[in-house]
């Protein structure tokens, strides 16, 4: 258990709908970063919190926007969904601000299908 | 344009036996490496890392291998063991991009009893 908690684990609506993911990082961590990964993809970085501020952005596209919460979990937003957005959303966190020579510690994922 | 790349996406291993999994990167500003390993329905999890400044790192039955110059990586599993079987990822980062590791498409690795 990496202590990282992401709800849904599932997930499935429609073309054009919007929704929230969840994550709640590992207990002292103060970073969050959220990544995509697609069928026969790897984890694309989509965006990082830290301490409750944008630190650094990915291949974030505009429709999804993300925010970090003074307890410091996080919410994806998806909106306008497209059929290609299906795929699995990876939360994960780590202690500090850089991701050099840190490792990270991944949540088991959402799964989202959008039909 | 993909910085990380495992070129195998598959590989089968008899138990006992090494397993051997590549990763080549493009960037050269690229000065550390990590091994995640994801078993089905469950997030990655870090294995092992390795800096640059080194060409070996050693964890139990896991060794990884940087070889700069040549722009590549690889980790070895010795002896195999059928709980193996998972897809393992290489990643990179560079100190003086400090936003965003860079994953790797994955090696999924099937150790046969």
């Known amino acids: 258990d990496s202590g990282v908690t992401q709800t849904p684990k599932h997930l499935i609506t429609a073309t054009g709908q919007r929704v929230t993911l969840r994550c709640s990082p590992r207990?002292?961590?103060?970073?969050v970063y959220w990544y995509q990964q697609s069928l026969d993809q790897g984890l694309q970085f989509l965006i990082q919190?830290?301490?409750?501020?944008?630190?650094a952005k990915g291949n974030i596209l505009e429709r999804f926007s993300a925010q970090q919460f003074p307890d410091l979990h996080s919410e994806l937003n998806l909106s306008s969904l497209e059929l290609g957005d299906s795929a699995l959303y990876f939360c994960?966190?780590?202690?500090?601000?850089?991701?050099?020579?840190?490792?990270?510690?991944f949540g088991n994922g959402t799964r989202l299908t959008v039909t | 344009d993909q910085q990380v790349k495992q070129n195998s996406p598959s590989l089968s291993v008899q138990e006992g036996r090494i397993s051997i999994l590549n990763c080549d990167y493009t960037?050269?500003?690229?000065?550390?490496f990590l091994w995640y390993k994801k078993y089905p329905a469950e997030g990655p999890t870090f294995l092992i890392s390795?800096?640059?400044?080194?060409d070996k790192n050693e964890d139990g039955r896991f060794t990884v291998f940087l070889n700069k110059s040549a722009k590549h990586l690889s980790l070895h599993i010795v002896p195999s063991q059928p709980g193996d079987s998972a897809v393992y990822f290489c990643?990179?980062?560079?100190?003086?991009?400090?936003?965003?590791?860079?994953f790797g498409p994955g090696t999924s690795l099937s150790v046969i009893p």
């Open positions: 994960a966190s780590s202690v500090g601000a850089d991701t050099y020579n840190s490792p990270l510690h």
């Open positions: 207990s002292g961590d103060l970073s």
């Open positions: 919190y830290y301490n409750g501020e944008e630190r």
């Open positions: 960037n050269s500003m690229f000065d550390y």
């Open positions: 390795i800096s640059s400044i080194k």
């Open positions: 990643a990179a980062s560079a100190e003086t991009s400090y936003d965003k590791v860079i």
